[in-house]
């Protein structure tokens, strides 16, 4: 095997409709982001992952770990995990530098972006390029560790990108767009934790399985109608459903004041529809607005003290990169 330097990339991405009821086996759509996580593996003495701008080093558990016990143990296990996925035979240790232009339990993806790039990083250094779904396989032990029971859309939508249906256990389908669709994506300020959120749902649920069922089943049938609306650029009513499913995001408590908020300013401001984005309990909320309204959306939610960026929705293929040294 080839002993050299390597980069791989992890893209953020946005749910557009579904979270919380993929984990219990309904479908999702979502869509891959521009930001991401760039990842570059070379040889090393030692195994040992960098993250920046997060200032955090690690290596994997055990003999030799540069954090202290307990400091970064999700990411140093994480880590290890990483490591032993790489093929049976694979011999010699790795230093991966990962840079990340996302930020951090803001609903977008910042983890299974991470553990992508640096899996696939990890790979290409020993000359092994993972397809997408190979590589989306690998990162959900990655994203295990940090979310417990993920259903899997984060790490699928970092390795392949793109506007996706997501449903456990089924393979990802692409949702082709007949033109691409502009959202606002508007960070509230507040961290969400995607492992807090997701037991919050899994106690109700263990109080209530009949009446979150019903959610989860309006939730799948918000889905089904989205990806039509979707495929055939349909934005207002888009919005609609947008709204539909923030109320049933909200009857499983993972909304928040702020994130509440921040979506009734975007309506009044014109937009088609708001929601949260991802587990809430903060990050993201998204925004589907008329063209001409972007800019009194996007000023309104600024004025509130939201950190705002525009994505553009579109079909794409995951691109490799492989920059053997
Ligand atoms: C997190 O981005 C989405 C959730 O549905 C959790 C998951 O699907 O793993 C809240």
């Known amino acids: 095997m080839v ?13 557009l409709f579904g979270e919380h009821a993929v984990v219990y086996g309904h479908p999702a759509l979502a869509a891959g982001i521009a930001l991401g996580v760039e990842a570059e593996a070379s040889p090393a003495p030692e195994n040992l992952l960098t993250v920046d701008p997060w200032g955090v080093q690690v290596a994997p558990p055990g003999d030799g770990a540069l954090q202290e016990p307990g400091e970064h143990a999700d990411l140093a296990e994480a880590f ?3 490591i032993a996925s790489l093929p049976e035979g694979t011999d010699g240790a790795t230093a991966v530098r990962a840079e990340v232009a996302l930020p951090a339990a803001a609903g977008l993806g910042a983890s299974a972006a991470l553990g992508v790039a640096v899996i696939g990083a990890l790979h290409e250094r020993f000359g092994v390029t993972l397809s997408a779904e190979a590589l989306s396989h690998k990162a959900q ?7 417990g029971n993920a259903s899997g859309i984060d790490n699928h939508m970092a390795a392949h990108g793109g ?5 456990k256990g089924k393979p990802l389908t692409p949702v082709a767009l007949t033109a691409p669709i502009r959202l ?6 507040e961290a969400g934790s995607t492992k807090e959120m997701v037991a919050r749902v899994a106690e109700q649920y263990a109080r209530n399985q009949g009446k979150l069922e019903k959610v989860f089943s309006g939730i799948a049938a918000l889905v ?5 609306l979707l495929q055939r650029g349909d934005c207002e009513p888009l919005g609609e459903l947008m ?25 009044a401001a014109g937009a088609f529809g708001a929601k949260l984005t991802g587990a809430g309990g903060g990050g993201c909320v998204i925004a589907l607005c008329p063209a001409k309204q972007e800019d009194r959306v996007e000023n309104a939610l600024t004025g509130e003290g939201a950190t705002t ?17």
């Open 3 to 15: 002993a050299s330097a390597a980069m791989a990339t992890g893209r953020g991405k946005v749910i």
């Open 80 to 82: 290890a995990a990483a």
């Open 141 to 147: 032990a990655w994203e295990r560790v940090f979310h």
């Open 163 to 167: 506007v996706a249906r997501f449903q």
């Open 184 to 189: 606002l994506v508007a960070h509230s300020g």
């Open 224 to 228: 089904d109608q989205g990806e039509l």
């Open 243 to 267: 709204q539909l499913n923030q109320a049933l995001l909200s009857a499983l408590m993972v909304s928040t004041a702020r994130l509440e908020g921040l979506c009734k300013s975007a309506l």
């Open 309 to 325: 960026f525009w994505t553009t929705l579109e079909h794409h293929r995951r691109e490799r990169t492989n920059a053997s040294a």
